[in-house]
């Protein structure tokens, strides 16, 4: 793969143009400073993200460009000039990326670079560059860049190892590698995690990342056990589920502990099933860390809303079936004067209605649906525990899905479908 022609390697030794065989790692500073990238396929799609990270001033110069570096282009993110290479195209660079295949193209850039003394880097012949590309990973703002000996695939692997001893525990009490720069005591804070709706997987690498920072965790009866199990030794377990006094007692008493544990210095994550902010009180408990000065970071996550109908082979939208879809709270009963939702309105919609918290009021819900105009055909299903071991899936229609329901004897959690949607794609969605 001429990919990896760029990665690290020590075969230089005794090489072409005098190279000595050990590389000297540095960590380029190119804010503001040009960098020239020669070529725009796929070498070069992969190579402008992290230059554009670095806030270099990327000049692309190519006749052709892949979708995604044209994206960039069109964003006013980089520079393009369409064309072959050509000399000058290096006045006022510091360095150059040379990304096509063409050895004799390659080597008259590389000549260039070297009479202006700006390093080059050679995606067809690592023993024809200046500078060598390392395997990066990046893990807030520690950036672990690995240079293989000569081995492109030992330098990935190597890197790899790296990464997941990172993730895993590497961040250790007072320490944490997410701190901001430059030192004194701002460890006292607070990150409202998204934790995905169930499977452990799903949830996002920031979140999974902080976790594995965390002093202390404060986490939801709905949040995947598995991820507990892989917290830090030491960690302070907090099951919000456990603490006792009625629903608004009980928040104010997970506020009381996120403030109290953050001024007294610690990194707390809250934990919460799904997204923060999707029926999850998140702002509730964003709103009491700024009003006691505590820092606060939100991490989304992947809400049970879209993904227990993926789950369970139904797309919440699709191209000429539905074009909307509400997330409701099935919370309230319809006939409660505590309703915010009007679900008269929500009848008279075509496309998809998501239904969280719903279970418990499905008969209200289905008949105020009913009789508000939502046909009786409508297809529905009814998804608990989605995503987990425990995840079951029934499907009706909105005439029969309260029965159908008590038939199967589904619990909660439980996410409740309404839409055409749900047939679209038969059980080929569930391969
Ligand atoms: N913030 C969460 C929702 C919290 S409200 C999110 O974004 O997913 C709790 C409701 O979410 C449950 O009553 C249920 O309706 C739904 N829910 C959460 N996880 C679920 C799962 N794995 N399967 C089915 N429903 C789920």
């Known amino acids: 793969m001429s990919e990896f022609a760029s990665e690290p390697s020590g075969a230089a030794a005794g090489g072409s143009g005098g190279l000595s065989a050990n590389a000297y790692p540095l960590g380029l500073r190119l804010a503001g400073l040009r960098v020239v990238v020669v070529g725009g396929g796929a070498v070069a799609t992969r190579r402008v993200p992290a230059l554009l990270d670095a806030g270099a001033d990327v000049l692309l110069v190519a006749p052709d460009l892949t979708p995604a570096l044209r994206a960039h282009v069109d964003a006013g993110r980089l520079h393009w000039v369409s064309r072959r290479f050509a000399a000058d195209d290096l006045d006022g660079a510091w360095l150059v990326q040379v990304a096509i295949d063409d050895p004799t193209a390659a080597a008259t850039v590389s000549a260039a670079a070297a009479e202006r003394r700006i390093f080059c880097v050679r995606a067809d012949d690592r023993n024809a560059a200046t500078a060598w590309t390392p395997a990066v990973t990046r893990y807030g703002p520690v950036t672990v860049a690995v240079l293989g000996g000569g081995d492109p695939r030992r330098a990935v692997s190597v890197r790899d190892a790296i990464r997941a001893l990172l993730v895993s525990d590497s961040a250790g009490p007072g320490e944490p590698l997410d701190a901001p720069a430059g030192g004194g005591d701002r460890r006292g804070r607070v990150a409202l995690v998204g934790a995905g709706p169930g499977d452990p997987e799903l949830i996002t690498l920031r979140g999974w990342r902080l976790l594995s920072e965390a002093d202390v965790v404060v986490a939801d009866r709905l949040v995947p056990g598995l991820l507990l199990d892989e917290l830090r030794t030491g960690v302070e377990l907090v099951d919000a589920s456990k603490i006792p006094y009625g629903p608004s007692r009980t928040q104010e008493e997970i506020n009381r502990i996120l403030v109290d544990r953050a001024l007294a210095g610690a990194f707390v994550v809250r934990l919460k099933g799904g997204d923060p902010y999707v029926f999850g009180r998140g702002g509730e408990e964003l709103l009491a860390c700024a009003a006691a000065g505590v820092p606060v970071t939100v991490v989304p996550g992947v809400t049970s809303s879209i993904a227990a109908p993926a789950a369970a082979g139904i797309p919440v939208t699709h191209r000429s079936v539905a074009h909307e879809f509400t997330v409701v709270s099935g919370h309230v009963a319809p006939e409660s004067p505590d309703s915010l939702v009007r679900w008269e309105a929500l009848a008279g919609l075509r496309g998809t209605l998501v239904i969280l918290m719903g279970l418990k009021n499905l008969p209200s819900i289905a008949s105020t649906l009913l009789a ?60």
């Open 372 to 431: 508000h105009g939502r046909a009786p055909g409508t297809p529905a299903a009814v998804i608990q525990e989605a995503t987990t071991g425990g995840q079951r899936i029934v499907r009706s229609t909105l005439g029969e899905v309260t029965d159908a329901v008590t038939a199967a004897g589904l619990r909660p959690p439980a996410v409740v479908v309404v839409g055409d949607v749900v047939e679209v794609l038969g059980s080929a969605g569930l391969t």
